[in-house]
């Protein structure tokens, strides 16, 4: 089952336009991950940010995280073509040795040139 | 290698046959995990393994579905009887860490088919 939702499912912008995305969980967690993934590949991991951190920046991506809400967003400033991908976060379910990612659905992001 | 390599890239089986996926992850990388992706959707948590040992296998749907990392390097998961609804992209990652909850390195996956 999926802990994250994600909103919104699919956002088509243009060239150097910010595109935001939005990750709801349901439990306690110890860390939240951003990942992308370009179509017939693997996933990639792009920023981690902690329970105990509000706001969290690496390049051109800013991170933020409510935990009263259980909620983050990715912004992407200045978009790119090469930004086209699918985007997901991933949460550990308040444990570090269980193993598991629970990932969401995952937002779909279109950059026009 | 420099990446987590998955092999074969597509596998196309016939309903009722068995299958044997692998990944090599990245050397030196002590936790390896497997997961699943149907079309559309983000990848659903399999197993994992800790060196040899497969500390979790909550994730796999039936008992067709068996994963081995015999020596604590390369991983085999393996569907046997397969089924229409495992069609599915089977994704490997690796971590160089025992704590497991931080990034994870993935392969490209292995896109199979079930006709």
């Known amino acids: 089952s999926q802990q994250g939702e994600e909103d919104p499912q699919a956002l088509s912008i243009q060239e150097g336009e910010n595109a935001t995305m939005n990750c709801s969980y349901k439990?306690?967690?110890?860390?939240l991950q951003w990942y992308r993934q370009n179509s017939g590949r693997g996933l990639v991991h792009l920023i981690l940010?902690?329970?105990?951190?509000r706001e969290k920046h690496s390049g051109r991506l800013r991170v933020t995280l409510d935990t009263s809400k259980k909620s983050s967003s990715l912004l992407i400033t200045a978009s790119r073509a090469a930004d086209t991908a699918s985007y997901f976060c991933?949460?550990?379910?308040?444990?570090?040795?269980?193993?598991?990612?629970?990932f969401g659905q995952g937002t779909t992001l279109q950059v026009k040139p | 290698g420099a990446g987590v390599s998955q092999s074969p890239r597509y596998k196309v089986a016939k309903r009722g046959q068995d299958v044997a996926l692998r990944c090599d992850p990245i050397?030196?990388?002590?936790?390896l995990f497997w997961y699943q992706q149907a079309l559309g959707q983000g990848p659903e948590f399999l197993t994992y393994f800790q060196n040899e040992a497969q500390l979790d296998k909550s994730g796999l749907p039936s008992d067709r579905f068996f994963a081995e990392r015999p020596e604590g390097s390369v991983s085999t998961l393996k569907i046997q009887r397969t089924q229409q609804e495992d069609s599915a992209v089977y994704l490997c990652?690796?971590?160089?860490?025992?704590?497991?909850?931080?990034?994870?390195?993935f392969g490209s996956g292995t896109q199979l088919s079930v006709l």
């Open positions: 050397s030196g990388h002590v936790s």
């Open positions: 990652a690796s971590s160089p860490r025992q704590t497991t909850n931080e990034k994870l390195f």
């Open positions: 439990t306690s967690i110890n860390n």
């Open positions: 991933a949460t550990d379910n308040g444990s570090s040795n269980t193993g598991k990612l629970i």
């Open positions: 940010i902690r329970s105990n951190e």
